[in-house]
């Protein structure tokens, strides 16, 4: 029987990796760390940010876009903030992230648009705000957690414009005026707290009676503009009958007073034709007297038909009549 050469170890003996010369190791750990040190000593600023450098967690400076130094190994870090880009903040609803048409969160976030107006009447009101970051120090030490504060002086401010107006004015004509005064009062809570915020625009993006007061709010709306309709058109007729009324008063006044004027200036020419008269019967009584008697017998005598005229020598009337059938009927 054939026997098996006895176990040889050497078969099976990994192989040593050749070792690196002495001067090349020498060489790479002072590169590594020079690599490392390099690394975390340049950094780049992009074009719509400033960079903000602390020193073992305290401010030094700020550096503008482009590429920077700083001291490695964490001994100064750098925060970037976007000074040059326009942010904005939404209340009330968010804006999904997608391309093309804006698409909204359909959540509800009522615990930022649910407001009280000073009527005692309930809101949601949807807005944006949008802001520049004008001073990075202050955004980043000055105020603990900038940009949650900011949105809490938002609401704060919004609900307290809300809260001084009635809930038509902040459904219908007031909606400029409020975006107007909550830019102009959270501007200056940002510069009071110094939060190194420039505030550039509030919108009102949306503004309505809460779900569920809604149907009752819109017949309130109903009956509202069906009084006003029913007020118009009374104005409507009033704005008709009364002027045309007072005109027709002023034109029964306005003859009234001509015809007092024309009877005055009649009477005022009959009693002076009266007193001339009267004073030339005073210079010659008996030709006046003459003169009035035949005017008058003129006048009278024009109306009779038949005139016969006697003379006192005349026996009578019938001689001088003629009478045939034609006077007979006359």
């Known amino acids: 029987m054939q026997q098996r050469p006895p176990f040889d170890f050497n078969e099976f003996r990994i192989p040593r990796r050749p070792s690196l010369p002495p001067n090349l190791l020498k060489w790479i750990i002072p590169g590594v760390l020079l690599a490392i040190i390099l690394f975390s000593s340049l950094f780049t600023v992009n074009t719509e940010e400033a960079g903000v450098i602390l020193r073992f967690g305290r401010y030094t400076r700020t550096v503008d876009p482009g590429l920077n130094f700083k001291l490695p190994l964490g001994i100064e870090q750098v925060y970037k903030i976007p000074v040059r880009r326009q942010l904005k903040d939404e209340f009330g609803f968010r804006t999904m992230e997608g391309r093309g048409r804006s698409e909204y969160s359909p959540g509800r976030f009522q615990e930022e648009s649910l407001m009280l107006t000073g009527d005692l009447n ?119 009958v009364i002027p045309r009324a007072r005109g027709d008063a002023a034109r029964v006044i306005e003859e009234s007073r001509g015809y007092a004027l024309e009877r005055v200036n009649r009477a005022r020419g009959e009693a002076a034709r009266f007193n001339s008269l009267f004073g030339e019967y005073q210079k010659a009584k008996e030709v006046t007297r003459q003169r009035i008697y035949i005017e008058t017998l003129n006048k009278v005598m024009q109306k009779v038909g038949k005139k016969l005229i006697l003379d006192e020598k005349a026996g009578g009337v019938l001689p001088l009549l003629d009478l045939d059938k034609g006077d007979l009927k006359k």
């Open 122 to 240: 309930a809101a949601e009101v949807e807005w944006i705000v949008q802001y520049r970051i004008r001073d990075p120090y202050q955004f980043l030490f000055r105020v603990r957690n900038a940009p949650q504060t900011f949105r809490d002086m938002n609401e704060a401010v919004m609900r307290e414009v809300v809260g001084d107006r009635t809930i038509n004015e902040v459904l219908t004509v007031g909606r400029q005026e409020i975006a107007s005064s909550v830019e102009t009062k959270l501007q200056e809570l940002c510069a009071q707290y110094e939060l190194g915020i420039h505030v550039e625009q509030v919108v009102l993006q949306d503004v309505n009676p809460p779900d569920e007061v809604k149907a009752s709010f819109n017949e309130v709306n109903e009956a509202q503009q069906e009084r006003e309709k029913l007020i118009n058109q009374a104005r409507s007729e009033y704005n008709q």
